[in-house]
């Protein structure tokens, strides 16, 4: 079956240390790649996207994320850590044909430390 | 400026009694999305439409319609709301069905059924 797995409920890191999170996906085939963040108070905004090419992808905030195929995964890298940045990030997925429909994990919620 | 707008933004309501929430675009999207959020469970999918007249059911429809008169507008109804609908509504929207087309969120209905 399709799914997304976001091992990390919740994590908590200090004001300008790194960040990773875990994204693990299971799909038939390479599906599109996506990473939101969801503000208090918000709706989910993009953070990056993977479609093809270039494994490491850039996002918005400083944000990036890295396509391992063979791990099937795509983690969301930070080098360092903002207050602003306290919010739920949402790994999603999306097939490249088919049904087209999105597969977002469970979410993990980012504390930060000042 | 380009958004998908929810209301109501907050809503409580009791057992039985039917509520509709609107959701609206301005992007002349063609796909439109409803998505439940509930703790540990991530974003799930009630319903969603590819087009004026097209809709079809996601992961959750039980206990929800949706309808699709024009391009812009997507409300779903709660015909008779049960507290297990409590939850974050979001409404989402994109220009196209295919995984390359990125979702816009809405900022999220909180509904309460007491």
């Known amino acids: 079956a399709q799914s997304v797995t976001q091992p990390d409920i919740h994590i908590t890191v200090s004001e300008g240390a790194s960040l990773e999170l875990r994204c693990n996906y299971s799909y038939g085939a390479t599906p599109y790649l996506f990473w939101y963040v969801q503000s208090p108070g918000q709706g989910l905004q993009l953070l990056l996207k993977y479609f093809s090419g270039d494994t490491l992808v850039q996002g918005i905030k400083g944000f990036e994320a890295e396509f391992k195929r063979s791990q099937s995964s795509f983690n969301l890298r930070k080098p360092s850590v903002h207050w602003s940045d306290a919010a739920e990030y949402f790994c999603a997925v999306v097939g490249t044909s088919g049904t087209y429909k999105y597969i977002f994990g469970t979410g993990t919620r980012l504390k930060v430390l000042a | 400026e380009a958004q998908v707008t929810q209301n109501p933004r907050y809503l409580i309501t009791v057992t039985g009694k039917k509520l509709t929430v609107t959701c609206s675009q301005n992007m002349n999207h063609e796909y439109m999305s409803w998505y439940r959020q509930d703790p540990g469970l991530g974003l799930r999918q009630i319903y969603y439409s590819m087009n004026v007249e097209v809709t079809d059911k996601g992961d959750v429809p039980e206990g929800y319609k949706v309808s699709r008169k024009e391009k812009r507008n997507f409300p779903l109804i709660l015909e008779s709301p049960s507290p297990n609908q409590t939850s974050l509504y979001f409404c989402?929207?994109?220009?196209?069905?295919?995984?390359?087309?990125?979702?816009?969120f809405g900022a999220g209905s909180r509904l309460t059924v007491l």
């Open positions: 989402a929207s994109s220009l196209g069905l295919g995984g390359a087309n990125v979702l816009t």
